[in-house]
């Protein structure tokens, strides 16, 4: 008999929707039909049936061939290249638990290397921001219950986090706002007539790059000055009619994405967004949020910065205390100044998400992939290490876009001998150890792996 | 040959999320990725036809698109390339101090290249470092 499972969470994007229903085979290996889940939740669940998921290691040969090899080999290459390197980097965990995050820590230490995510090329510049000006946040739920004026700049929810408008922002019904749909305005700035726009109130087609002018034309209206007559391609009028909108809301929400990260202005857009959240507190309440782009990219952030006290690009080199300088110390700007020796791709695809030449710079050294299926990270690589998929055949804690944790469950049984993130780098980081002559430092949710002779102590 | 020159931005779309997942040499994600987006305006100054290829080149490299008819109304000026490997080809990894690459907002020319052929995925990262050992 297929089973039902209910309450599933999707491994896919910020809004880490925890109400997937997953019809799995009664032997819990295939899965058979996703519910509630958008598109890419869907392709992502039934991509786990996919055959040919690699379930061994795969090293790159002289001749330019992938051979499988087994775990133990793996590990033992991975290990001894980390511990060769000078200044290894390990980069992802978009999509991976909070386990695997936590466990990754551990060999970075003992590597000396430079330990950072995703948010590197996304929301990075929005730490920083953050870091400057605070973070006037609240949880997605109060957005559904409470916001009636919800402004979307330069994200476009519709295409990538594509429930993110029914479960939280434009359409649910919430305690206060239990008309839904009809009770919000709904405002879009974006350079493009997105599908997000389409459904917007009012749409500000921005002059790209733009992001700060409009930002700042925003606080000036609201306190009490004029403007020219136009800023950012938006002319005065319409400026002000959608600060009044924003002022006049009961509660008003600000969505923020790439459009501003990914522009000039970087840090200082999110930082003129921020600003503005605190100016619109002196009207009403308001608040902002960073759409994150994976289910757990804000898991990263929280475990690291409780691990390091820092949220990304953690150079771990110095071997005495962590340091973090973006733009020194991240990914894409050590890699191409060559300052990396050894790059580890985990949970993401940096071979097609880095910019070209990034990858080039990064290829030049020993080049490890940790990824459960192919990528293009994964054909490129020296070594490619598959490992269950979070959130489908394994389960882990998760942080959404939002900082609140979600306990994700795995719906199907793993592939065979493949282990999870956590387990993996549990063993490279022993192997570590072995290889050093040093004594592994185990927390204390660790101490089966400290006493393995008696695995039920706690 | 008549070039023209636009701002690009590179973004998601619910296409290239939805093949991504089914893995990046699926023919989907080809589909999906390997297009760009501009107002018709901008083709017919350009002289591209739609759906015929182009070549996009930044200060930084180069990349055989399609050029399509915007999915989402782009307006003159602007073109986009959807997140992905032929968008990388062409981005900058310049990131004014803050670890995030020029994504979107950089200036490219396009050109017309109706002769020249999409290359997939593979051959294009597996390319870039020297790995590729099939086809062209």
Redesign the interface.
Known sequence: MPKLIKGVGCP??GSSCDDIEVLVSDDETKILEVHNA???GT??FH?AN?PTRPKLPRMRQPD?SMKEVTYPEAIDWMAKTMLKAKKPLIYGFGSTNCEGMSAVARIAEKAGAVL?NCA???H??SF?AIFDNGYPSCTLGEAKNRADVVVFWGC?P???H?RHTSRYSIFPRGYFTQKGQMQRTVLCID?????T?KLADHHL?ID??HDYELFDAFRTVLRGFDIPETVAGIPREKIKEAAEIMKKAKFCMIFFG??C????G??HNIDAAISLTRDLNEHTKCSIMAMR?HYNIAGPGQVWSWQFGFP??IDLTKGSHAHMN??ET????L??RDEVDCFVNVGT?A??????????HL?KHPFIAIDP????AS??ADLHIPVRIAGVDEPGVVYRMDNVPIQFRAVIKGLPGVPSDEELFDMVYERMCELTNTQPVWLAAKADRKYPESPAVI | MPKIEL?M??????EE?????????NPDYFDACSICEMHPEDMKRAGIWKNTNVRVTSE??TVIVKAIM?T????PG?A?IR???WA??V???R???????????FPVTIEPAPAERLKT??E???G??G?W?GGQ
């Open positions: 896919y994007c958008c598109i890419i392709n992502l991509h996919d330019g950072d590197t090329i996304c990075g510049p920083l476009n519709m295409h990538a594509p350079p493009r007539e997105t599908d726009a087609m790209q790059g790439m459009g990260t990914h522009t000039d970087r840090n782009g990304y690009c973006p733009g991240s990914s894409v700007d890699a191409m695809d071979g097609a998400h880095f910019p070209i030449q990034a990858v080039q290829k299926n192919f990528c293009m054909e490129i | 701002n931005i590179t973004q998601r779309s619910i999320g939805a093949a991504m997942e089914k893995g990046k040499t930084c490299g915007p989402q109304y782009v307006p602007l986009h997140q992905g490997v990388n080809q981005v900058p990894p990131t004014q101090s803050t670890g995030t690459p020029q994504y979107s907002g995925a593979l294009l990262v597996q870039a470092v790995l050992k």
